[in-house]
């Protein structure tokens, strides 16, 4: 594999279910590259380069590797960038050289996740280039793709964004939901502070919810879909008592005006949810 680790990621996993899941392994008739068999010797190799069509970002290379090794494990490959490099269209990312078989049959599953990963970078990259104020960290949100958080929110790091919380298990966020069966924001609070609960994120739509809050015991306060000067009223009341953060109505018209509110984060799910992939190919030539 390529030696490329992330917390909570098992990588090895990852590429064999991918892979599975192009070639059909376990359903009648599948376990193989039926094209790729009937066309190619086996013996046949292969050079490659990949490279990117757009200015981006990047993210996934050591994943890609990983695909092309696992059906390769002699495969020279070279890399000629790094994750979270940026890069102008036409730069080469990528050489390598091996079965062509191997090459042809992982070169799907490799190019799917360095353009997505990429696309997401790219995303972030133009976010904070817009946002432009060093004080305001640019965080991602829960709106990810079933099975993929983990390297989403790998891509939103090399892109410059942070992350929010991973999932559900690591700290408490109180939304309307929440607090519409609590009864109020103070009770959500109280809540979760009488269960323990380290970090708490409550959300606050309204001026007046800001101190019942505070004063129940929230870590952070997420503002939410309110306007610039809103924002700075909300920011003023707490005072840095907590950390401060923006949601909600954010893109890249409005971001820098919220960003400069005085807020610490601003969180946009459109940075997973919504980001195009980059435009990235694989030109394979016969040895």
Request: with cysteine; charged share 25%; proline share 4%.
């Amino acid at each position: 594999m390529s030696g490329f680790t992330l917390g909570g990621f098992d990588l090895d996993v990852f590429v064999r279910e991918t892979l599975a899941e192009d070639l059909g392994i376990g359903l009648p008739g599948g376990g193989h590259d039926v094209t790729s068999e009937s066309v190619i010797p086996a013996d046949a190799r292969f050079s490659g380069v990949m490279d990117s069509r757009d200015a981006i970002a990047v993210a996934g290379l050591p994943i890609a590797e990983a695909f092309f090794r696992a059906l390769d494990p002699g495969i020279e490959l070279e890399m000629l960038v790094a994750d979270g490099d940026e890069v102008e269209a036409g730069t080469d990312l990528m050489r390598l050289s091996g079965n062509a078989r191997a090459m042809l049959t992982a070169e799907r599953s490799a190019l799917n996740t360095v353009q997505h990963l990429s696309g997401i970078a790219t995303m972030v990259r133009t976010y904070v280039r817009m946002m432009d104020n060093p004080d305001c960290t640019l965080l991602d949100t829960r709106k990810t793709i079933p099975g993929l958080r983990m390297l989403e929110k790998y891509a939103v790091r090399m892109g410059g964004g942070s992350n929010h919380r991973m999932g559900l298990w690591d700290a408490a966020m109180i939304k309307d939901n929440h607090v519409l069966v609590a009864g109020d924001v103070g009770e959500a609070v109280r809540r979760a502070v009488e269960a323990g609960v380290q970090e708490i994120i409550c959300e606050v739509d309204r001026i007046d919810q800001i101190e019942p809050a505070l004063q129940a015991g929230a870590t952070r306060l997420l503002l939410d879909n309110m306007d610039p000067q809103t924002l700075r009223i909300a920011v003023a009341l707490v005072n840095g008592r907590v950390p401060t953060e923006a949601s909600g109505g954010i893109d890249m018209n409005t971001i820098k005006a919220k960003a400069a509110t005085g807020v610490d984060f601003v969180s946009v799910g459109r940075l997973t949810q919504s980001a195009p992939a980059a435009d990235i190919g694989l030109d394979f030539t016969p040895v």
